[in-house]
């Protein structure tokens, strides 16, 4: 087995936009700099106004929080709203970072990033969502989630924000018992979230103190002479596992050993007497150890920690960190592992030329049936920098032809090949699974009259 450095983002926003003074980098790594193989954000209540879910859907395609993560601020204006919102995308694109995917209901919102070097081991991406608000009609309450196979392994990631306030306990469990009995995937493997090897749950679990335990004041005071562990004892989570015999399918690694992440008031470090403070944010997972013969799975705990430095919300992040054990390429091999690595290779294309269509010749590596190709699978043109896989420029469809030994061929009209550049090809599945992907290869002009043509548009551009 080897290690996979995951880390885990949980932040309520309460529906504000980043601070310019903001740093981010706290997020993002531990204090020892570490590059993590994956990192995940769940973000609950991000504005989800109408005004700003058509700007974040039919203009930019991103939340408020993700969708810059691509800008760097010289881009904008001091005054922009876009330079308001620089936040992780451009510090995670200069580490090697790809976004994977992204699912949102109204406020609720879970991002995984990966590096780049993983991107060909992922397999069976599906997102899947549920609502919880207004009789299941309404998605401000609800959880969103995305799973995965990777390294010959299974992963879901959920992020969800349940009901509110201290007397509505009850409502917390029936919504976390819901998500798991409504909330279903089409992978045969793994048609539930528990059935996954490895499960991470995080998000605004809004669970609070005991009713009538503590007042605001005497919290407060607690917090300050640094005696957190009678809080735990009073936390209704830590109730609810312990002596309800419910939500225990799950578990903190590690007793959260900073102060409540809730209520503050905006722009400082000081709890708002309007509300109790609270264990509101949350990180839990599960691991079903014994789902393979003969091994043994493993996420160890690295930290948990909060980042009170961050004063744009009512809520303070949560982040934890975690070594997840998956199967290396000797393992995979013995244990008979289908398409632990790609099976699509490309023929290395010298170069495309602006004005003709784009010719695509790839081969299947012999041995693989003829079920690991599909009708629908398809291949997408990135520009080399990717740094989402939803930023394809267009797509054609694959090869009808599932015979292995046979160079397959498929086109990309002319049309779409317009900008000179160096750009990749990857093959997805049907199912989602990244099964090739092509090294970088350019797209240039044809002759001396074309080039002319590009030379005078970008002198225009400057202008």
């Known amino acids: 087995m080897e290690d996979l450095s995951v880390r885990l983002v949980t932040w309520n926003v309460n529906e504000q936009s980043p601070l310019l003074e903001d740093d981010f980098s706290s997020l993002l790594q531990n204090e020892r700099n570490e590059k993590h193989d994956l990192i995940i954000f769940g973000f609950q209540e991000i504005n989800s106004m109408p005004q700003n879910y058509v700007m974040d859907f039919m203009v930019t395609g991103e939340d408020s929080w993700n969708q810059v993560f691509k800008y760097e601020p010289r881009v904008f204006t001091h005054n922009s709203i876009m330079f308001r919102f620089l936040c992780f995308r451009s510090k995670l694109n200069s580490k090697g970072y790809v976004k ?3 699912i949102r209901t109204l406020g609720i919102v879970l991002t995984i990033f990966s590096l780049k070097k993983h991107l060909i081991h992922f397999r069976n991406i599906e997102t899947q969502y549920t609502k919880l608000a207004f009789g299941g009609y309404w998605g401000s309450k609800g959880a969103v989630s995305i799973r995965f196979n990777l390294y010959g392994v299974s992963f879901c990631f959920l992020n969800c924000h349940l009901h509110a306030h201290d007397e509505n306990l009850q409502a917390r469990i029936d919504g976390y018992e819901s998500i798991v009995e409504t909330h279903l995937y089409k992978n045969t493997d793994t048609p539930n979230i528990l059935y996954h090897d490895y499960i991470f749950w995080m998000g605004d679990l809004n669970f609070r103190l005991i009713e009538n335990s503590f007042t605001h004041d005497e919290i407060v005071m607690l917090i300050k002479r640094d005696q ?3 809080l735990h004892k009073h936390d209704q989570l830590f109730e609810t596992q312990s002596h309800l015999g419910k939500i225990n399918e799950l578990k903190e690694g590690m007793d959260p050993l900073f102060p409540p992440t809730y209520k503050f008031k905006l722009g400082t470090q000081d709890y708002d007497p309007k509300r109790r403070p609270a264990y509101t944010d949350r990180i839990l997972h599960r691991v079903n150890i014994h789902n393979y013969e003969n091994v043994k799975l493993n996420a160890k705990q690295i930290s948990y920690e909060s980042h009170p430095e961050f004063v744009c919300s009512d809520h303070k992040p949560v982040s934890a960190n975690f ?8 393992s995979a091999i013995e244990r008979k592992i289908s398409l632990y690595d790609g099976i699509v290779t490309f023929v290395q294309p010298e170069k495309w030329i602006i004005g003709k269509d784009g010719m695509i010749y790839y ?12 009708s629908w699978d398809w291949i997408a043109l990135f520009k080399a920098g990717f740094t989402s896989l939803q930023e394809f420029i267009t797509f054609t469809w694959a090869s009808s032809c599932k015979l292995t030994g046979v160079t397959k061929n498929a086109i ?5 090949l317009n900008i000179p550049g160096d750009y990749v090809l990857i093959y997805f599945s049907a199912n989602k699974s990244i099964l090739g992907i092509s090294d970088p290869f350019p797209l240039v002009y044809d002759n001396v009259c074309d080039k002319a043509e590009e030379a005078t548009n970008q002198r225009i551009g400057e202008l």
């Open 100 to 102: 994977v995917n992204t």
């Open 228 to 230: 957190l562990e009678i």
């Open 323 to 330: 070594k997840i054990g998956v199967f290396n390429r000797e």
């Open 363 to 374: 081969d299947v590596i012999k041995g693989v049936g003829p079920t690991n190709l599909g």
């Open 412 to 416: 990309i009209m002319d049309s779409a």
